[in-house]
């Protein structure tokens, strides 16, 4: 058993220096600054959307990661309102044909926000805390391009206490460093229009050691590397009142092989929405959510396993809240966003 946990703990190692570095989410779609910052400041309100998800429940020891993230836009032009801002008052469906028709890029503007994501995993703990910015721009009359950068620190520690070794002074974490803090950086594009979306951004730009000895260079060689994603979404209107969104997301992390995410939701008016997801050798998902009024939002999304894991996992839990603060045009919905 000894060894098995020690092996363990090193099957973790590899897995921080060569697959799933940063946490994974369900709902990215609905939170691209979780993935791109250049996505900053897209809407004409302080966006604010604090998010949980358990991972693999039932499994001891799975990841559970909470975050926290703050966008907001400013230039007064864009503040105040463009052309494409709907007046307070105005209740006119931002989801309608009429808006993508009428749709004008918004004016040039700045993003700022904020954002902290804990990822507990076993043993291991890790913590982005970014600061990221974006600045948007109309290319064409009705298109918009931003640029972005996230810059930040993140945390990792390895609590010994939660360890069984074979050997107490095991040369995995002798005279370790089990609390180390690195610098962060990522950088994104985002493309976008009334109906569709496209974005392409780099995590992790900074390569860092990561391990906890400080004696044995047999455990020496791990690193971060950078993690790519591509995504895309368009929307379909199937009556001015129902659209269906699909949406897609690569992933490219060397040495892995490319994994991908396809995403449909179909909402109704701008109130109440259903999904689902795949993700490839890994899970489907359901998801709903629901836009209480101008002010809070929620969804919910629970994924099914479909790899090997799924004979001790009972499926995975997310659930995200977000508030939409000084909503000065008090709509329910994002309407630059997904």
């Not at 791109?36 to 001891?60: C, F, H, M």
Request: cysteine-free; proline content about 5%; charged content about 10%.
């Amino acid at each position: 058993m000894k060894k098995l946990l020690h092996s363990f703990i090193l099957v973790l190692f590899f897995q921080i220096s060569n697959a799933q570095q940063k946490p994974q989410y369900t709902q990215y779609v609905f939170n691209n600054l979780l993935l791109n910052p250049a996505v900053t400041g897209i809407e004409n309100y302080i966006d604010l959307k604090a998010g949980y998800r358990s991972q693999w429940t039932g499994l001891q020891g799975a990841p559970i990661t909470s975050y926290l993230t703050v966008s907001a836009p400013f230039g007064s032009d864009f503040v105040q309102g463009d052309a494409a801002s709907m007046s307070p008052g105005n209740e006119a469906n931002p989801y309608s044909r009429l808006y993508s028709q009428n749709y004008e890029a918004a004016e040039p503007h700045h993003g700022l926000g904020f954002m902290m994501v804990s990822d507990q995993a076993g043993p291991i703990s890790t913590t982005n805390v970014d600061a990221t910015y974006a600045y948007h721009m109309g290319l064409a009359s009705n298109f918009n391009l931003s640029l972005g950068v996230a810059a930040g620190l993140n945390h990792i520690s390895l609590n010994t206490s939660q360890l069984l070794l074979e050997n107490p002074n095991d040369p995995a974490i002798t005279n370790g460093n089990n609390s180390q803090w690195k610098p962060d950086l990522s950088i994104g594009v985002w493309g976008y229009s009334a109906d569709y979306y496209f974005g392409i951004s780099a995590q992790q730009l900074l390569s860092q050691n990561q391990y906890f000895t400080t004696t044995n260079n047999n455990y020496s060689k791990s690193k971060t590397v950078p993690q790519y994603f591509v995504t895309a979404g368009y929307k379909v209107y199937l009556s001015d009142d129902m659209t269906l969104m699909p949406s897609a997301l690569l992933k490219i992390i060397q040495p892995e092989p490319v994994a991908f995410d396809v995403n449909m939701k179909l909402a109704f008016k701008d109130r109440f929405w259903i999904g689902a997801a795949y993700r490839n050798q890994d899970s489907v998902a359901g998801l709903l959510g629901l836009n209480i009024s101008s002010l809070i939002n929620i969804s919910y999304s629970y994924d099914y396993t479909t790899s090997a894991l799924r004979t001790v996992s009972n499926g995975t839990h997310e659930i995200v809240i977000g508030l939409m603060l000084n909503n000065q045009d008090r709509v329910v919905s994002p309407r630059r966003g997904w």
